[in-house]
Nanobody, 125 residues
């Protein structure tokens, strides 16, 4: 059962920006840590960013820190990822992650119970 559907992906050029959205129907959204992952062609799914239930704490992968910003609007049950200064290496399908397992830090895909359907981001050189 899918509790989230990502949107906002597309084809852009190097240096451009995109904003991904992940509205969720999960009843526990407002009390849950959330995260973004991505999976490039022929690669494993990798951690991008994570945010606490209240938005007060965030953490980023080294590859995106300073360029991407994770945020959330609990009134709208929506998770966001603002992506600036995009690079070809950012090309991937981006997924929001829901339902972090107990005692996991959330930086591995195995730390999460469920996923959105994904949105494709392609950055041309």
């Amino acid at each position: 059962q899918v509790h989230a559907v990502e949107s906002g992906g597309g084809l852009v050029q190097t240096g451009d920006s995109l904003r991904l959205s992940c509205p969720s129907s999960a009843r526990t959204f407002t009390s849950s840590t959330m995260a973004w992952f991505r999976q490039g062609p022929g690669k494993e799914r990798e951690f991008v960013a994570i945010i606490s239930w209240d938005g007060g704490t965030t953490y980023y992968a080294d590859s995106v820190r300073g360029r991407f910003t994770i945020s959330r609007d609990n009134d709208k049950n929506t998770l966001y990822l603002q992506m600036d200064t995009l690079e070809p290496e950012d090309t991937a399908t981006y997924y929001c992650a829901l339902g972090r397992l107990p005692n996991r830090n959330g930086t591995k895909s195995a730390d999460w119970r469920s996923w959105g359907q994904g949105t494709q981001v392609t950055v041309s050189a």
